[in-house]
C-alpha cells in the first residue's frame, strides 16, 4: 500500500470514529435529537429508570460518560481539521505557512470549547463561564502586552507574506530555515539543526535569502608571472562547461568577475555562481574544487607562502 492510500485510509478511519461517537452520544442524550412532543415524553419517562444525564445537580455516570464521548468528538473534530488543513498546506509554502498558523489557533479554540462544553455537561451555567472567561481576558490583557503583541505581530507576518516556512532568513547572527511560525513565536533551524525559537514581537530586522537567487562566491591567488589576458580568455572558453555536471547546484554557469586585489603573494580573482539559497555552501565548496582542478589542468600557479632561510656564508 503507497503512502497516499495509507492517508486515505487514516482519514476515513478518523471520519467513522466521528461519527460513531456522535451517535453514541446522541444516544446517550436523545433529547438533543429533534423529536415529536410525543417522543420527549417517553424519553422524559426512560429517564426516571435508565442512565440518562439528571437534572438533580448529581453526577451521574451517565455525566461521565456524556464528558468523555465530549471530548472524543471536539478531539475528532480538531483532528480531522488539522489533516485537511495539512493536505491544504501542501500545495506552497505560502498555503503551509497560513494552515500551520490557523493549526495552532485551532489548538486553542478547541480546548475553550471542550472546556465550557464539559463544564456544561457538569450542570455548570456556560453562560456565565464564558462572561468569567472574559472579565479574567481582560485582567490578563493588561498584564499580558507582549503576548498580545506577538499574536498580532505573527498575524501580520502571515498576512504581509514577509517570509513563509521553508525560507531561509538571517536573523541578528543567526541563519536557519522557517521551520514553524505559531501564534506566538518562530522556529527557526540552523544548518547544525540547533533549532532558535524567537517571539514574534522581536522579529523586526531580517533577511530573507530566498526571495531571490543566491551566490556563492570563490576568491582564488594567482602569481604575478600569469598572463592575465591569457588567462581571462581560458576562462571564458572553460567556465560555461562547468554548469552541465552541476545543475543540482548551479542555476547558471560561474562567472569570472575580474582581479579583486593585488595580495602579497599573488593577483586575487573573484568567481560567482548563481545558486539557490540552500544550496550556497554547498556551490561554493563545488566551485572551489572545479576552479582548482581547471588551473591544475591548465598548469595555472596557484601561489602560497614560502619562507626563505638565507645563511651568513
Not at 503507497?2 to 487514516?10: I, L, Q
Not at 420527549?40 to 444525564?53: D, N, P, Q, S, V
Not at 503576548?147 to 525560507?167: A, P, R, W
Not at 539557490?276 to 582542478?293: G, H, M, P, S
Request: overall charge neutral; aromatic content about 8%; proline content about 3%.
Amino acid at each position: 500500500m503507497n503512502e497516499k492510500n495509507k492517508k486515505t485510509v487514516g482519514t476515513g478511519t478518523y471520519i467513522g470514529l466521528a461519527v460513531a461517537v456522535i451517535l453514541i452520544l446522541l444516544l446517550a442524550n436523545p433529547k438533543w435529537l429533534p423529536l415529536s412532543g410525543e417522543m420527549k415524553e417517553k424519553l422524559a419517562e426512560l429517564e426516571k429508570t435508565h442512565f440518562l444525564i439528571e437534572r438533580s445537580g448529581r453526577i451521574t455516570a451517565a455525566h461521565i460518560i456524556t464528558l468523555v464521548l465530549a471530548l472524543c468528538v471536539v478531539w475528532l473534530i480538531y483532528t480531522l481539521i488539522k489533516l485537511i488543513l495539512n493536505e491544504i498546506g501542501k500545495k506552497s509554502e505560502r498555503a503551509r505557512t497560513i494552515t500551520t498558523l490557523l493549526a495552532n489557533a485551532l489548538k486553542y479554540l478547541a480546548a475553550i470549547i471542550a472546556l465550557v462544553w464539559g463544564l456544561s455537561i457538569l450542570g455548570v451555567n456556560s453562560t456565565a463561564v464564558l462572561a468569567g472567561v472574559g472579565i479574567i481576558g481582560l485582567i490578563l490583557g493588561f498584564g499580558a502586552q507582549s503576548l498580545i503583541e506577538d499574536v498580532l505581530t505573527g498575524l501580520f507576518i502571515i498576512f504581509e507574506g514577509k517570509y513563509s516556512i521553508g525560507d531561509i532568513i538571517v536573523l541578528d547572527d543567526f541563519r536557519g530555515t522557517v521551520r514553524d511560525i505559531g501564534v506566538r513565536t518562530t522556529t527557526i533551524e540552523d544548518a547544525g539543526y540547533n533549532l532558535k525559537v524567537v517571539n514574534n514581537s522581536d522579529i523586526r530586522n531580517f533577511q530573507n535569502r530566498s526571495r531571490n537567487a543566491s551566490l556563492a562566491i570563490c576568491e582564488v591567488s594567482v602569481s604575478y608571472e600569469t598572463d592575465l589576458p591569457a588567462l581571462e580568455k581560458m576562462l571564458a572558453e572553460n567556465l560555461p562547461r562547468m554548469y552541465a555536471p552541476h545543475k543540482d547546484l548551479y542555476l547558471a554557469a560561474p562567472r569570472y568577475l575580474g582581479t579583486s586585489a593585488l595580495a602579497d603573494s599573488g593577483v586575487n580573482l573573484k568567481f560567482v555562481v548563481d545558486c539557490k539559497e540552500e544550496n550556497v555552501f554547498a556551490a561554493q565548496r563545488q566551485l572551489t574544487r572545479d576552479i582548482r582542478v581547471l588551473f591544475a589542468e591548465k598548469n595555472v600557479e596557484i601561489p602560497f607562502p614560502q619562507v626563505v632561510v638565507h645563511n651568513a656564508d
